[in-house]
């Protein structure tokens, strides 16, 4: 009896931390935001009272002035996450089944050449990529001028699709890191014997990979997939120091449009809104991925 009693109190300490981070950081924000939504809150003048569901019907309403700015912003943060996710996930992919073909002494090395890049802050990446892709004296431009494949420089930061395409290159170098890690974790759980008796039986590399790898790593893919999505929902520094949500706001995302919201208009109750939309519209997005891989799973 004292050893059960022991056991429940060394439990209870050991998750404490955890569920009081939970609530701190995630569920008292939470609750927070949904009240303020509910009201008529400036950050000048502060509660003005209580307008129920008011915001967000302001915010949906076509042709008002909160619902341009937040179709506009989801409309852009949807396209990032379909250009940004599938490279996310297949370029880490494919580093790490380079990497776990290395041999054993290079391994660590080429991890942390690729994944050093990830513990860099978004202002340094956006710095770099500044200077990359700068229209003026910039190494880009510079370096396909200077070998004959462009005759002048592209405006790459304000003309689309250019500004797309050198967030969606800055987010991939400074990110891809982490999904290869995870990667190279899934792919270390993977039984050996499987491919010596692929071998035995003369698989090339190509379906031992599409009958061994991926059915191997499909649970640890499927985890990456929903954390890629969500991290590209939120998109937010990158598009604002490198394009600062240019060219004519076709980079402005909704975390940007949700900051705007309540510093630039001073409204602190719809921003929230607007916010917990956001969460709404990304946990129906991760519900459906969900619900489309268990089908899947079901017909399998």
Known sequence: MHKGTSTKTWAILMVSPFVLCFILFWLAPMLLGLWVSLHNWNLSSGNNGFVGLQNYVDILTPGSLYNEAFMLALKNTLVFVVISVPPLVIIALGLALVLDNLPTGLKPVFRTIYFVSYSISVTAVSAIFLWLFNENGGFINNLLVSIGILDQPINWLS??????????????????????????????????????????????????????????????????????????????????????????????????????????????????????????????????????????????
């Open 159 to 300: 003309e689309q699709p250019y500004a797309w395409l050198s967030i969606l290159i800055a987010t991939v170098w400074w990110t891809i890191g982490f999904n290869m890690m995870l990667f190279i974790n899934a792919l270390d759980e993977v039984d050996p014997s499987l491919y010596e008796a692929a071998d035995l039986d003369g698989a090339n590399a190509f379906r031992k990979f599409i009958y061994i790898t991926l059915p191997q790593i499909k649970n640890v893919a499927f985890f990456i997939i929903i954390m890629t999505v969500i991290a590209s929902f939120n998109l937010y520094g990158q598009s604002r120091l490198i394009t600062a949500g240019g060219p004519e706001q076709s980079t402005t995302t909704l975390t940007m449009s949700i900051q705007n919201t309540v510093f630039g208009m001073n409204q602190l109750g719809v921003g929230s809104s607007m916010a917990i939309l956001m969460g709404i519209i990304m946990l129906l997005v991760t519900a459906a991925q969900y619900f489309m891989s268990y089908r899947k799973k079901e017909v399998n």
